[in-house]
């Protein structure tokens, strides 16, 4: 079985800093990971997704992550905080036969100070 | 570009009721996937169909069930609705036929479906 956990439930951060929110996996075969933004009340927009290629994933709106075998995490990082990228992230992980069926982490609610 | 397309995007209904959900897939997508979000939930896999057949099944209740038509539209069938049945039900869909396309899947806006 598949499962993500993602650390800390709420991640608050000045416009400007460093946003870092964490995800760990575990999966008994090489997993598809994935990282979803969720705005109120909206759809999941993919962020970047991790296929076994490259290790360092970059993503939409400035976002980008690592895929570490040795440490089972896909940490989903950028540089400086917008205004914008206020929301709920999801950090997902599925097998190779069907990227739509997905485990979600429980999610991470970033919010950004002016 | 096209996206996928869910109706309707609110519901209400009453205990007991019938409620039915339809997801619209993005053109040339083969594979539908349904989620249940419940309120400050992750969302939960319900089940999912490759080419009108369903090719997987996760935590869905009996009450529910679910098919895929021949223009690949789908509908969600929710029977003797509870309270806690009230949930954003999204619809997802991605080409699993033609590797040529991304495979990740492309989640609809969901419906938010309230059980009074």
């Known amino acids: 079985a598949q499962s993500v956990t993602q650390l800390g439930s709420h991640v608050s951060v000045s416009e400007g800093a460093l946003v870092l929110l964490r995800c760990n996996y575990s999966s008994s075969v090489p997993p598809y990971l994935f990282w979803y933004v969720q705005y109120p009340n909206q759809g999941l927009q993919l962020l970047l997704k991790?296929?076994?290629?490259?290790?360092l994933v970059k993503g939409i709106n400035g976002f980008e992550a690592e895929f570490k075998k040795s440490e089972t995490s896909f940490h989903l990082t950028k540089p400086s905080a917008h205004m914008s990228d206020a929301a709920e992230y999801f950090c997902a992980v599925s097998d190779s036969a069907s990227y739509g069926k997905l485990t979600f982490g429980q999610g991470t609610i970033l919010t950004v100070h002016p | 570009a096209a996206g996928v397309i869910q109706s309707p995007r609110h519901l209400i209904k009453e205990k007991r009721e019938t409620a039915t959900l339809k997801c619209y897939p993005i053109p040339r997508h083969d594979t539908v996937y349904w989620y249940q979000q419940g309120p400050g939930q992750d969302p939960q896999f319900l089940i999912s169909f490759y080419e009108k057949m369903q090719s997987d099944k996760g935590s869905i209740p009996d009450r529910f069930s679910a098919q895929q038509f021949s223009d690949y539209h789908s509908e969600l069938n929710m029977s003797s609705l509870e309270l806690g049945d009230s949930a954003l039900y999204f619809c997802?869909?991605?080409?699993?036929?033609?590797?040529?396309?991304?495979?990740?899947?492309?989640f609809g806006q969901g419906t938010r479906l309230t059980v009074v």
């Open positions: 997802a869909s991605s080409s699993l036929r033609d590797r040529q396309m991304n495979t990740e899947a492309f």
């Open positions: 991790y296929t076994s290629a490259a290790t």
